[in-house]
């Protein structure tokens, strides 16, 4: 397996970061999850913006073009000859000393991996996902706004643990103030009475770019859509509740804190998206030849 690392394609062996790299001593960084479908990266140049949006927002200079990570992200899926696979650029704060001045650290390190993933068992896709609601809060936007998409992902895994310690895979994460924000991996959307519905990223979730994906489909496919705040109680009492992440796709869920969704049946708006999404993601996306 090739990696990219700062500039060069390594193999995996040699593919280390310093104990001194910011990104390990502090978390500090940023990084995409992306995924390429039969010789098509699926919304790369959003997944491009976002990373240097992430950037910016911790003010960190990434030291390529967007181009340049562009074709660096296509070199490595090329070099691994993946036709399908999921990519995951990092970009650290490079190495420094122990302080957390990243004024100490002159040289962003820039990764990328591209190999595979799989979040769930297959099953859970046609049957359904059990999820919880963390006690583990999202972070609050006004400390580390999750809209940033940084290596610090602390608050996510905290969640996940909740969910592991429930015998579940997922698990919402509240604002502060108990309003649904997003799971610990995915963004949440729920269907009631023929309208789809998913919180606003302002209130402290990842503006996920599947989620821009099904917003666009349910417009073309005429499924009415708004952005909401909702509570726990809006969850328990959907008639569909589907979760949506790169690596995740679209996996409904159908049961939440023990309580069933509905018939506890995967529902046909999500059946609807879902296919809509797996043709979209094979016929749009930046092209490359293995
Ligand atoms: N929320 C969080 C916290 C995430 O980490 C992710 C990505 N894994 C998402 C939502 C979904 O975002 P996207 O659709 O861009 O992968």
């Avoid at 690392?5 to 104990?19: C, M, W």
């Avoid at 491009?48 to 949006?53: G, K």
């Avoid at 399908?84 to 957390?100: A, E, F, H, Q």
């Avoid at 796709?249 to 529902?267: L, T």
């Amino acid at each position: 397996m090739k990696i990219y690392f700062n500039g060069k394609l390594i193999d995996r062996e040699k593919a280390y970061v310093s104990v001194f790299d910011h990104g390990l001593l502090y978390g500090d960084g940023v990084f995409e999850g992306i995924r390429a479908y039969d010789g098509l990266v699926f919304r790369l140049n959003e997944h491009i913006d976002r990373l240097y949006r992430s950037a910016d927002a911790i003010e960190l200079k990434i030291p390529l073009t967007k181009k340049e990570m562009q074709d660096a992200i296509v070199d490595t899926l090329k070099a691994n000859k993946l036709r399908d696979g999921y990519i995951r650029p990092i970009v650290t704060r490079g190495v420094g000393d122990l302080g957390l001045d990243p004024r100490k650290c002159p040289k962003p390190t820039v990764c990328i991996i591209a190999h595979n993933i799989t979040l769930y068992p297959k099953e859970m896709y046609s049957n359904g996902l059990a999820i919880i609601t963390a006690k583990t809060r999202r972070n609050y936007t006004q400390a580390l706004d999750p809209r940033i998409k940084s290596l610090n992902y602390l608050n996510n895994v905290l969640a996940k643990i909740d969910a592991i310690k429930a015998g579940t895979e997922e698990a919402i994460m509240l604002t502060h103030d108990g309003y649904v924000a997003e799971c610990t991996g995915d963004n949440i959307f729920i269907v009631k009475n023929g309208e789809l519905a998913t919180p606003p990223v302002d209130i402290g979730a990842l503006e996920g770019i599947t989620r821009d994906a099904v917003i666009g489909l349910a417009k073309n496919l005429k499924i009415r859509f708004s952005e909401k705040r909702m509570k726990m109680e809006d969850v328990y009492g959907a008639d569909e509740v589907f979760l949506t992440g790169t690596a995740a796709e679209i996996i409904p869920v159908v049961v939440v804190d023990k309580k069933k969704i509905d018939g506890g049946k995967p529902g046909p708006v999500t059946a609807k998206l879902t296919a809509a999404f797996r043709e979209l993601t094979r016929s749009d996306g930046v092209k490359y030849e293995v």
